[in-house]
């Protein structure tokens, strides 16, 4: 983003509610006003929901607070996660950043956060939809000093510390879809979670765990194929701190990660089986082989979904896409 656009959002932040009109900004810059309105223009056409009403000038429409290391930083109850921090404005994915970083040496811990991924990653390759300051869009350095194949039941055992820490820290009660997906009680999918790994033979190098919370989209923000099917946390006059969520988040995931890492998933198990939604019912399996229709029944100290099928062969699935 150009420094001159940046400003203009900043001040848009900083006048809150109130519109700032087009003369206020062009003087405030130096520009004209048809320079300001270009450069709204190109900050709405890659997402910014700016409103632009004639006779009083433009307004920013974004519920969630601007997001600063030193803020999140001040409340932060951790002494590893967290404590090395880049909030970026724009990046193509956190996760992607968070790897290369980790590549070149960053510590345990060290996080990063974006308002806006222009291409966030999701599982099997699918986008994550990330439009400017509706979410948290997070990524954390693990150095883990366990084994590779300890690695995937870290994701889980993150869906367990995440869920807990939106209950806390924004009321929701999120129910976990098997392996990682939390949801809302109506079923629309709020946070998704995806770790990738850097290894050598059985030893992990780095794990960079990505985590995409939607806070505030509303319906018609999401996309025609996500609407129904993603939803956000924010309802209607019970307001959210994306500060305080990822404070709580932190120290959640730090705290879990120690637990995790003495005691295994098992630890966890019985946290994942209270929150999750996707055990004890007929679901749809969909692997590498094709689709299975079975009765969830279990799952193990590995993580490993065990399902039913109609034959009654009980089977376990390690990796999947679950859908009900
Ligand atoms: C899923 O498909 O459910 C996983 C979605 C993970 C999205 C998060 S957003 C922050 C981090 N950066 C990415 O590119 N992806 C993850």
Known sequence: MTEIR???????????????????????????????????????????????????????????????????????ATSVLGRHMTVLETVDSTNRYAFAEAEGGAPEGYTVLAERQTAGRGRRGRPWFSPPGHGIWMSVVLRPTFPVFRAPQLTLMAAVSVAEAIRERAGVSVGIKWPNDLLLPDGRKVCGILSEMSAEAEEIRFIVLGIGINVFGREEDFPPELRGVAGSLAQPGSPISRTALIQGLLGRLEADYRIYQNEGFRAFREGWERLNVSLGRTIAVQTQSGQKIGWARRIDDDGALWVETDEGRLEKIISAEVIF
């Open 6 to 76: 940046g400003e203009i959002l900043q001040a848009l932040r900083r006048a809150g509610d109130r519109f700032v009109s087009g003369e206020e900004l062009g003087q405030r810059f130096g520009i004209s006003r048809t320079a300001v309105w270009k450069h709204i223009q190109a900050l709405q056409g890659v997402g910014y929901p700016i409103e632009a009403v004639r006779n009083r000038g433009y307004r920013l429409r974004e519920e969630g607070e601007e997001l600063r290391p030193e803020a999140i930083q001040a409340g932060l």
